[in-house]
């Protein structure tokens, strides 16, 4: 989709914010089983077929794992600019 010029759609747009915030929210949340909770049903996500189509999974679990890791603790990020769209990078102190 990024190179064929779908990132231009507004409706792909769109999708795409609703999934980071899913995303950004889903990595705020500071306990952890909470935060598992609802990693549970990531692919259930508005946008979530198109951020991670079937098969493109393992650029994505990375983060959950992650988060995991993290325990208690919250992630923050901060997002780019990339094929005129935000793509956000989190991280935990």
């Not at 999934?19 to 508005?46: H, P, Y």
């Not at 919250?74 to 989190?90: I, N, R, V």
């Amino acid at each position: 989709m990024i190179f064929s010029g779908g990132t231009d759609d507004r409706s792909v747009q769109q999708r795409n914010k609703q999934w980071s915030e899913t995303l950004t929210n889903t990595l705020k949340i500071r306990e952890s089983a909470e935060r598992e909770a609802s990693f549970k049903g990531w692919r259930d996500w508005v946008g979530a077929r198109e951020a991670h189509p079937q098969g493109g999974e393992e650029h994505f679990l990375p983060l959950m794992v992650c988060a995991g890791a993290a325990g208690d603790a919250m992630a923050e990020g901060y997002g780019d600019e990339l094929f005129g769209m935000k793509h956000y990078t989190y991280y935990w102190k």
